[in-house]
């Protein structure tokens, strides 16, 4: 019966695996730049240093899920009515607190250098740097840092890979053709784009990336008082332990310089098992961490909102702006899902007093 039409459940299946050899496609041009950019082999000798076939776990499946539902978020015409609310007002909160160079400014006063921290897919990024920012964008995970370079750095032409998000998720599907949705990326190229503002005399700011720890990386010394702000968009609940980002922006951010913070407090490491050990799983992660320090350090806990606000103002920073938003915001979140997840997101401004 349900092979038969209506249902047509083979045909479907059939359907839903067209899809995903077309996610496929991506992710070989992911994997042989990435391959490139390491200098590994594409053939490596079976048992060799360089043999990197075999490695993947069951859990780079779902991240490898979830980075492509991260290109419909960061880099489709359809994601940016999810990604714009924070963007934007990231951007205003530059502007505001920076009185910092837009796209149209030309002067020749240094732009202001922003660090976002958990960079993903590298929208972000590339929106400031396009508002006329120098931004570095900092990433842990492979999978992410993988993505974003090809994104940023090789795709040939705006709208040129058919993309379908959803093919993989069978549940809390209103219609097949909800789950075989098909978009474009990248909406824009980023190559050209920049490259056409600054022929118009637009000042574009310069883009970098860092494969790191943030922690780790940005509490050193040679990072001190380096950044004018540090923008987090869903990010800070990322931590296990909350304070050691907090002082790592303070410590990365020159007097004066802004804390910028977007998101909700999903704290990632609530349900997890202590690891009692002090090792950190390093199979998914780009990673300079010393022992039991950075994301890997042992312990975790979680605070409510007005708890994080007067731990960051225990850390030396002056909040200047504080409020939730009751706007409901997805991540990477289907609009066509009988499923929602919205969050209220908590929206501050703090400052490292000069």
Request: hydrophobic share 35%.
């Given at each position: 019966m349900l092979s038969d039409p209506p249902f047509s459940l083979l045909d479907n299946l059939n359907a839903v695996d067209d899809a995903i050899d077309h996610n496929a496609e991506i992710a070989d041009e992911i994997l042989a730049h990435g391959l490139e950019a390491f200098g590994l082999p594409t053939d490596p000798p079976k048992g060799s240093g360089k043999d990197w076939t075999g490695k993947a776990r069951p859990h780079d499946i779902a991240k490898?899920?979830?980075?492509?539902?991260?290109?419909?978020?960061?880099?489709?015409?359809?994601?940016?009515?999810?990604?714009?609310?924070?963007?934007?007002?990231?951007?205003?909160?530059?502007?505001?607190?920076?009185?910092?160079?837009?796209?149209?400014?030309?002067?020749?006063k240094p732009a202001p250098k922003i660090l976002v921290p958990g960079a993903g897919l590298g929208r972000l990024v590339f929106d400031l740097a396009l508002a006329g920012y120098d931004v570095e964008g900092n990433e842990l995970s492979y999978h992410q840092l993988l993505a974003s370079n090809w994104i940023l750095n090789q795709a040939?032409?705006?709208m040129a890979y058919p993309l379908f998000p959803f093919a993989s998720t069978f549940s809390n599907v209103v219609s097949r053709k909800d789950q075989l949705r098909r978009v474009l990326i990248p909406d824009v190229h980023p190559g050209q784009v920049s490259a056409a503002a600054a022929a118009q005399g637009s000042s574009v700011g310069r883009m970098d990336m860092t494969a790191a720890d943030f922690v780790v990386l940005y509490s050193d010394a040679a990072q001190r008082e380096t950044f004018d702000a540090v923008v987090a968009v869903f990010f800070i609940d990322t931590a296990p332990n909350l304070i050691r980002y907090i002082k790592t922006i303070h410590n990365c951010l020159k007097p004066g310089g802004v804390f910028v913070n977007l998101g909700p407090l999903l704290w990632h490491f609530d349900d997890r098992a202590p690891n009692l050990n002090g090792n950190k799983d390093e199979s998914n992660v780009a990673t300079n961490s010393r022992k039991d320090q950075g994301i890997g350090e042992p312990g975790s806990f979680e605070l409510t909102n007005e708890?994080?606000?007067?731990?960051?103002?225990?850390?030396?920073?002056?909040?200047?702006?504080?409020?939730?938003l009751n706007e409901g915001v997805g991540y990477i979140q289907n609009p066509q899902s009988m499923i929602q997840n919205m969050y209220r997101v908590s929206h501050w401004i703090a400052r490292k007093p000069s």
């Open positions: 490898a899920h979830s980075t492509i539902r991260q290109f419909y978020r960061d880099w489709s015409h359809e994601g940016y009515s999810e990604r714009r609310f924070c963007n934007d007002i990231a951007l205003q909160d530059l502007k505001w607190a920076l009185n910092g160079p837009l796209s149209h400014n030309t002067s020749s040939h032409a705006k708890e994080v606000l007067l731990l960051v103002e225990k850390l030396g920073f002056e909040i200047e702006k504080q409020e939730i």
